[in-house]
């Protein structure tokens, strides 16, 4: 029989179904429940095709061919009927595909994989599994506001797994090595790339580029690499020396740097488009802004001050300092003023507490340290009086409506104007992005920094492209670090010739909130155990000097704190075939969002773990269970909504699946059910089970 499938023809004998045809064509036609040497069942009806002269779509895995089909498995409208078809499998998916930490580090950074080695006491394992998405987390590991401890699960249970310090301790540990790790590096492919700015987002793309065999030199206006990690953030919270250990590594990986050198004083960009293939641009946000008050040039600027301080100036500030601002840079400025011995430093805020945009610790602190925190003021004039001091004339306020950044908007209350007297002010109350050099050489911008394409960077000159605080306005260092990688991925695909598209992620389901019966279910088997927090110097010792505030996780912490960590995501994540095709025909897995149901699990089996709530009710696993001579094996339970996968006669998972545990994990095509120890093993590589954390096995 002749059978065309997508313009291609083959003779196969009678009773071939159409999948089998495509399959011999090399045609790939998408299925979940059917599994080769088994009657198809048709379930999933993710093999639609479109036969010529019928009006409907038929399942390829059991429409037997007849002679002289025509069949479309691929154009539009089987496509779309295939998307539907896995959008409506994960409308009511009860599984993370990643951790929720993984999910919420803009780095993407793979925390469980990471935490594991640390927890089984192979810390410097965990450094190509760190490095693979992040650049500098040793330095993040100091300074990352930690957006991921947010969502880690185990906060429901006891407290969040001290993530940043993991990372930290990790990179710390390979660093004090000789030979620390270095990610492989492609060979070299003769092309060169120009960054501008070497702060997180230009260290971080040289990072990738070189590892993909571009050579890069760094441009940078500042003697030294490290942008804002180095002449922003003082070095009680970040040393230089951890700083330049993880720069160190990327000179190791080939990494020139030209410093003392800024754009649109020294070099145009044209200069650099002629002489080199690509043009990466990371030169932050770091222009001050003014207080926009009467008498403003009497403030110095935060960044300023900050920038004096990291290159070994003391600058002579008085008794009495008001900082005016509540964000990172406000808090950097008050801190290190009481270092350099100010007796008295006031922080004057024009919100409360609640809104301030720094991370909650700062301002404690601050607090400890002995700085005195104005909240609802704002100053509106500057005055230098005839000693030399200056009095800030200042107004209460109180808050109004959300502004465009969701938070209330202070607004001055009549009347309530009052003066304080100070020896000096500085201003840190945010900074923008010096756009003037990129206009002048052709670069569109926007309102907050320059315009690029999201998904990839590029910019309107398709060989340059821009990320960062550049592209964002001030921002965080995991986001410039991201922006770095992505830069990377296009750029790399920009030198090939490649259609610059960035880096495509897969679908990630999330639960999102659990309820309590769901907590309940997921900490059952884990035993509580308080977080492990770095030694910290005391306060009265910390306003005195430098030194570094919180050091890092001991070896035995770290393993107790990576232990912790309950090794949340799918079990399959990387083998489940319906997250494969889900990306693959970019369905949106919360389009039907409706009520998903419930997470469950069952533990009861000692090889393989079931989620009902990872089910598709494909029955692969029942007719596995019934070839492999199972007595009681496995069958669909339940009517309507309430339908899943049971041991009949309420059996249970150990008597159902009694020989074919492992085979119906196989041929699963989600991670409902899954080996337990499926994760730790890819995890894991050289361990046996019995010498990992035993979380790893119950959660
Ligand atoms: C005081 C302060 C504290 C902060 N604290 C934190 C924190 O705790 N946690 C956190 O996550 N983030 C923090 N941030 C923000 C974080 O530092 C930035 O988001 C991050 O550094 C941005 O990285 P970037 O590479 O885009 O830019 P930057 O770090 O600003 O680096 C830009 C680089 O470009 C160079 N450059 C600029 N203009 C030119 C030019 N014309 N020619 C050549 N070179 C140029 C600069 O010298 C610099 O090296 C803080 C920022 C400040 C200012
Ligand atoms: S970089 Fe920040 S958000 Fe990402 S894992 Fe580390 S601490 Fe968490
Ligand atoms: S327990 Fe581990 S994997 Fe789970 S959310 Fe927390 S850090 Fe992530
Ligand atoms: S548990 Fe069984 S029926 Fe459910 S998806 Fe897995 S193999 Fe299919």
């Not at 043009?279 to 900050?306: K, T």
């Not at 769901?518 to 900490?523: C, D, M």
């Not at 150990?654 to 409902?672: D, F, N, S, W």
Request: glycine content about 10%.
């Amino acid at each position: 029989m002749k059978v065309t499938i997508d313009g291609k023809t083959i003779e196969v004998e009678p009773g071939t179904t159409i999948l089998q045809a495509a399959r011999r064509l090399g045609i790939d036609i998408p299925t979940l429940c059917y599994v080769e040497g088994f009657e198809p069942v048709s379930a999933c009806f993710l093999c639609a095709v479109q036969i010529e002269g019928r009006p409907n779509l038929s399942p390829a895995c059991s429409m037997p061919v007849s002679d002289g089909m025509v069949v479309d498995a691929s154009g539009d409208e089987v496509r779309a009927a295939r998307r539907m078809a896995l959008e409506l499998l994960l409308s009511d998916h009860a599984g993370d595909c990643v951790a929720p930490c993984h999910a919420a580090c803009p780095a993407g950074l793979d925390i469980a994989g990471f935490a594991f080695p640390i927890a089984a006491g192979r810390p410097r394992d965990a450094m190509p599994i760190i490095a693979d998405r992040l650049a500098l987390p040793r330095a993040l590991g100091q300074v990352c506001p930690r957006l991921c401890e947010e969502h880690c699960r185990r906060g429901g249970l006891d407290e969040s797994v001290s993530i940043a310090a993991l990372h930290r301790f990790a990179a710390h540990v390979d660093l004090e090595e000789e030979e620390p790790y270095l990610p492989p590096k492609a060979p070299a492919t003769g092309r060169s790339v120009a960054i501008i700015g070497a702060g997180p987002a230009g260290l971080a793309a040289a990072y990738y580029l070189l590892q993909r065999g571009h050579d890069c030199t760094l441009f940078d206006a500042q003697p030294e690499p490290g942008g804002m990690l180095r002449y922003g953030i003082p070095e009680y919270r970040l040393p230089n020396e951890a700083l330049d250990a993880e720069v160190d590594l990327i000179r190791r990986l080939g990494a020139q740097f030209e410093m003392n050198r800024r754009w649109g004083r020294d070099f145009t960009l044209q200069e650099l488009r002629d002489r080199f293939d690509a043009v990466f641009i990371a030169i932050g946000a770091q222009r001050s802004q003014s207080l926009r008050c009467e008498g403003d040039e009497l403030a110095w600027s935060g960044i300023d001050f900050l920038d004096r301080v990291a290159k070994g100036e003391r600058p002579e500030l008085g008794q009495r300092v008001i900082v005016v601002g509540g964000g990172n840079t406000a808090m950097d400025v008050c801190r290190t003023a009481v270092r350099l011995g100010a007796p008295e430093v006031i922080v004057l805020y024009r919100r409360t507490r609640r809104e301030m945009p720094c991370l909650m610790e700062e301002v404690e602190g601050a607090e400890e340290e002995g700085v005195q925190i104005e909240y609802l003021v704002a100053p509106t004039r500057l005055q230098r009086n005839p000693d030399g001091t200056l009095t800030v004339t200042c107004l209460r306020m109180e808050l109004g409506e959300p502004d465009e950044s969701g938070r209330r908007r202070p607004v001055p209350i009549a009347g309530s104007e009052f003066s304080l007297q100070a020896d000096t002010v500085i201003a840190a109350i945010g900074q923008t992005v010096e756009l003037e050099p990129a206009q002048a050489d052709g670069l569109e911008v926007t309102r907050w920094g320059l315009a690029v394409n999201p998904q990839t960077l590029q910019t309107n000159l398709p060989d340059v492209f821009a990320g960062g605080d550049a592209v964002s306005g001030p921002d965080l260092a995991v986001r410039a670090v991201a922006a770095g990688r992505l830069a990377a991925v296009s750029i790399d695909q920009y030198l090939r010739g490649e259609p610059v598209v960035g880096e495509r992620q897969p679908v990630n389901i999330l639960m999102r909130r659990l309820d309590d019966t769901e907590l309940a279910e997921l900490y059952r088997a884990i035993e509580q155990k308080p977080r492990v927090r770095g030694r910290m110097i005391d306060p009265q010792r910390r306003r005195e000097t430098f030194e570094e505030i919180e050091a890092p996780l001991d070896p035995d912490q770290a393993r107790a704190e990576a232990g912790r960590c309950m090794t949340c995501g799918c079990r399959k994540v990387d083998a489940c075939k319906l997250r494969v095709y889900a990306t693959q025909y970019g369905a949106d897995p919360y389009r039907f969002e409706g009520e998903r149901r419930r997470f469950a699990q069952d533990l009861s089996h000692p090889e393989v773990i079931y989620e009902p709530g990872k089910c598709i009710l494909c029955d692969t696993c029942v007719r596995v269970a019934q070839q492999a001579g199972e007595e009681l094996g496995l069958t669909i339970i339940g009517r309507g909504f309430q339908v899943a996968v049971g041991v009949p006669f309420g059996g249970t998972l150990a008597e159902g699946l009694r020989r074919a545990a492992r085979q119906a994990a196989e041929v699963c095509p989600t991670g409902a059910i899954a080996l337990r120890t499926a994760r730790a093993c890819d995890l894991c590589r050289s361990q046996t089970p019995h010498e990992l954390p035993a979380e790893t096995f119950s959660a």
